[in-house]
C-alpha cells in the first residue's frame, strides 16, 4: 500500500501532473470568477509543459545524472556483476519470449562485461509490482532469460533475485546473495547511466564497493544548441520526466537514510 501511494504521489508530481493539476485549478478559478488567478494558474502550467518538453531542457537535466559516469579507466576485476533490471519486457503476447526494452544496454552491457573476464558471475535482481505490471515471472527471470538465450551467458554464471521491487530493496537483498556465498561486498554494478546515481548510493550504503558500469546513455557530444532544439516534443518530455524521477528518488533516498 505504501508502495502504490508514492507511486501515485509521484505521477502527481511529474511535470505533466503539475501542469494537468494547474490547468484545472485555473479552471477551477474561472469557474469561482477569479480571472487573473485563472490566467495565472493557466500560464504557468502551460509553460512548465512546454519548458519541460524542449530538446534544450531535457539535454542539460539528463545530462546532469548522467555526467560522471563514462568509463575513463579500466574496470577491475571483481568476484560478481551485478545487473539491476529495467532492460526487458516480459514475454507476454503478442511476444512469444520476453524481449530487451528501450533501457536494454544494461542487459548487453552486463553479458559484454562477464564475456570479458571482468567477473565470473551476474546477479540479476528485480521482481514484479503487481499493480503496475502483470508478468508471468519476475523482471529477473526476464533479464536472465536474455542473458542465457540472447546473448549467450553461460547459465550457471547468472544468479536470479526476484523480491527487489525498488532501487532501495536491491542492495540488501543481493548482499544475502553475495554473503550466502562468502563473496567479497565489491562488485561491478551494471545499470543505467541517469539511474547510476542512487543505485550506486544505496549499494555504497550497504557497505559495498562499487564500481560503476554506466549504460543506456541518453545523451551524447552531438547535441547543437538551435531553435529545433526548443520545439517542445514527447520523446523530451518522457526523458525530463524520467530525469526528474531520479531527482526525486535521490532526495527522498537522503533524507530517509537509504543512501
Do not use: N, W
Not at 518538453?53 to 560478481?80: H, I, K, N, W
Not at 561486498?185 to 542512487?198: K, N, P, Y
Request: aromatic letters at 6%.
Amino acid at each position: 500500500m505504501i508502495l502504490l501511494l508514492i507511486k501515485l504521489a509521484s505521477r502527481l508530481a511529474y511535470p505533466l501532473g503539475l501542469s494537468v493539476g494547474l490547468l484545472l485549478l485555473g479552471l477551477a478559478l474561472l469557474l469561482l470568477r477569479r480571472r487573473r488567478s485563472a490566467i495565472a494558474a493557466i500560464g504557468v502550467g502551460v509553460g512548465l509543459l512546454a519548458v519541460c518538453s524542449m530538446p534544450v531542457t531535457e539535454y542539460a537535466v539528463v545530462r546532469s545524472l548522467e555526467a560522471g559516469y563514462r568509463q575513463s579507466d579500466p574496470l577491475p576485476r571483481c568476484s560478481t556483476i551485478v545487473l539491476l533490471c529495467g532492460g526487458e519486457a516480459p514475454g507476454l503476447p503478442p511476444r512469444l519470449y520476453p524481449e530487451i526494452s528501450d533501457a536494454g544496454d544494461r542487459i548487453m552491457h552486463a553479458a559484454r562485461l562477464q564475456r570479458a573476464g571482468l567477473a565470473p558471475r551476474i546477479v540479476v535482481t528485480g521482481g514484479v509490482i503487481e499493480f503496475m505490471h502483470q508478468s508471468p515471472q519476475s523482471s529477473a527471470e526476464d533479464a536472465a532469460y536474455l542473458l542465457v538465450h540472447s546473448l549467450c551467458v553461460d547459465s550457471s554464471a547468472v544468479i536470479v533475485e526476484t523480491q527487489a521491487k525498488t532501487t532501495a530493496q536491491h542492495a540488501p537483498l543481493v548482499a544475502r546473495i553475495i554473503d550466502s556465498l562468502a563473496l567479497p561486498r565489491e562488485i561491478i554494478l551494471v545499470t543505467s547511466a541517469a539511474h547510476m546515481r542512487r543505485a550506486a548510493g544505496v549499494f555504497r550504503k550497504q557497505g559495498f564497493v562499487v564500481h560503476p558500469a554506466a549504460a543506456d546513455f541518453l545523451e551524447d557530444d552531438r547535441f547543437q544548441m538551435t531553435a529545433f532544439q526548443c520545439i517542445p516534443s514527447a520523446q523530451a518530455l518522457a526523458r525530463v520526466t524520467a530525469a526528474v524521477h531520479e531527482y526525486y528518488g535521490t532526495i527522498a533516498y537522503r533524507l530517509t537514510g537509504k543512501m
